[in-house]
């Protein structure tokens, strides 16, 4: 579904490139995370794959074609909930469709159809304010399952949230996928995060980004907290946390 062919990005001004000649793919329908050290180019990926920085050199396409050609191919969920605190859960869900002039009762029902997935249905006439953290992170991702696209960057969701809050929405985020026909890629630093997640992680190598070296997770679709335990998971684990050790240390 996503393919990076050889892509180069250096910010203005900067002395060196964040990313060369980068190149991996990534199926449809997958749950793909994406780790890294601190300054990597975790972020920087997205906003090339989201258009919000230029691509400089290479391409990169969404189902065949080159990004530049498209529009609301993607649909991104930041760190931040950024809901609008004037607007009521509904409107909050409602607002990528209203900005794609998708008419009223149309917007209307899909986003009661979203907030009945979430669990909140009983909240649409409610403001941020009166929603706990865990919440306003399933209004965020009913809004972004709003815009439509079937490819959903998921930048850090979870990681300003205490942390019984977010293993609850970890798995409820696992639960949600698992009934959607979607592509999800995930940017996490927690190591388990994207192991309990995931299908695959990718993790970004080099300085400049040069490759990412793939895993596959060898959990089962239908998962619990329990498997983590297992000694090759753990093993796993130790692997991805030494990678990005040596990768920081460069």
């Given at each position: ?40 180019g ?36 930041p ?12 409107k ?72 019984i ?31 309990f ?54």
């Open positions: 579904m996503l393919e990076f062919q050889n892509v180069s990005f250096t910010y203005p001004g900067a002395e060196a490139p964040i990313m060369e000649n980068l190149s991996f793919s990534v199926e449809a329908g997958s749950f793909v995370s994406i780790i890294g050290a601190s300054g990597s975790k972020s920087t990926l997205f906003r090339l794959l989201n258009s919000l920085e230029e691509l400089q050199e290479g391409t990169i396409t969404v189902n065949g074609r080159d990004i530049r050609s498209l529009s609301h191919y993607t649909s991104y969920m760190q931040q909930d950024l809901l609008f605190p004037w607007r009521t859960v509904e909050n869900v409602m607002l990528p469709m209203q900005v794609q002039k998708v008419p009223k009762e149309e917007r209307k029902r899909v986003a009661a159809q979203m907030l009945a997935k979430v669990g909140l249905t009983d909240w649409a006439n409610s403001y941020p304010r009166e929603l706990s953290g865990g919440m306003r992170q399933r209004v965020s991702f009913a809004r972004t399952l709003c815009a439509g696209s079937d490819l959903l960057l998921l930048d850090e969701p979870f990681s300003a949230l205490d942390s809050t977010r293993i609850s929405l970890q798995e409820w985020l696992r639960e949600q996928w698992e009934s959607l026909d979607k592509t999800i890629l995930f940017i996490t630093h927690d190591v388990e995060e994207a192991i997640l995931s299908e695959k992680i990718l993790v970004l190598t080099g300085s400049p980004v040069t490759g990412l070296k793939e895993f596959t997770v060898p959990l089962p679709g239908k998962r619990t907290r329990e498997m983590l335990l297992q000694g090759e998971i753990q093993q796993l684990k130790e692997t991805l946390v030494e990678l990005l050790r040596s990768e920081a240390a460069e």
